[in-house]
């Protein structure tokens, strides 16, 4: 009777068992998980000049090493600019050092200093552990004779996902900043699917335009109200600088980065996004 009840348990324990995973029934087999998680980081790099004044685009690298980012949106980074960067490539040179793919789309560029080199170059980049499919760059509209400013869109293949990723530099002046968010939302609308939107927005959570685009998106940092990432002039601490998912996509664990890597200080956190 005992041989009869041994089999019996036996039995039942490989009836429940996937034989095609080797995994109890109801488990979720190995890699074919419903949901993908991604550790996302904006970062302005300031040229990879630091606060201490120090060009080192090394320690922007290890910043960026540190925190395990696999998606990255980066402002104000130098192509052949100047001697400021010692006319680096600083996106080629960051996903060269982090074994990256990356785009780079320059909001201005300038002639060379000397015929057969480089144009110079100076926008906004993102980097991805993840093959990125297509990249294009959309100029804000300019309001009289201001900078030119842009928005950074990748398309991420992620484990079978398609992810839109929105990398910006606002404005500083908030009547153009209105119109640029509007811009931004009204290019978001033509993806479908998970989107991210990173970048120094130029905006404090409480300003007008930073209040339409979170209808549109939810802000990684909203009930953070110490989430500073840059000192103006006198010295006051201000967050302008964002990580905001569309509505679809769950948003969590965002984190400040203490570096004197840039005069920005970066933003982390982590997206889940359904299979």
């Known amino acids: 009777m005992r041989k009869i009840i041994g089999f019996i348990t036996i039995l039942l324990f490989l ?45 922007v690298a290890k910043t960026i090493e540190g925190e395990h980012a696999e998606i990255i949106g980066l402002q104000e980074v130098d192509n052949h600019w100047s001697e400021r960067s010692l006319f680096e490539d600083q996106a080629k040179w960051l996903a060269k050092r982090l074994n990256m793919h990356y785009a780079y789309m320059a909001n201005l560029e300038r002639d060379p200093l000397n015929p057969g080199e480089h144009r110079r170059q100076y ?8 093959p990125i499919l297509h ?10 004779n201001t900078e030119q400013r842009g928005l950074l869109e990748a398309t991420i293949k992620v484990k079978g996902n398609h992810l839109t990723v929105y990398n910006a530099h606002l404005a500083l002046a908030p ?13 978001s609308l033509e993806a479908k699917g998970p989107k991210l939107i990173v970048g120094d927005l130029n905006a404090t959570p409480e300003s007008k335009e930073i ?5 549109s998106f939810h802000d990684a940092f909203a009930n ?13 601490p201000k967050r302008i600088d964002y990580i905001s998912a569309s509505k679809n996509v769950k948003i969590s664990n ?16 982590k997206i889940t996004l359904k299979r």
Do not use: C, W
């Open 15 to 59: 009836v429940t068992m996937d034989p095609a995973r080797h995994t109890l029934a109801g488990e979720q087999p190995h890699g074919k998980r419903k949901t993908v998680d991604i550790q996302v980081l904006t970062f302005n790099i300031h040229h990879a000049v630091g606060i201490d004044g120090v060009l080192d685009i090394d320690r």
């Open 123 to 130: 926008g906004t980049a993102i980097l991805s552990k993840y």
């Open 135 to 144: 990249a294009q760059n959309h100029f804000f509209k300019k309001i009289r």
């Open 175 to 187: 009547e153009q900043r209105q119109k640029q968010v509007d811009e931004v939302i009204a290019i």
């Open 211 to 215: 209040q339409k685009l979170s209808s």
């Open 224 to 236: 953070l109200n110490d989430a500073y990432t840059y000192y103006s002039a006198d010295g006051t």
């Open 254 to 269: 965002p984190k400040i980065i203490s570096t004197l890597a840039s005069d920005h200080l970066p933003l982390t956190a």
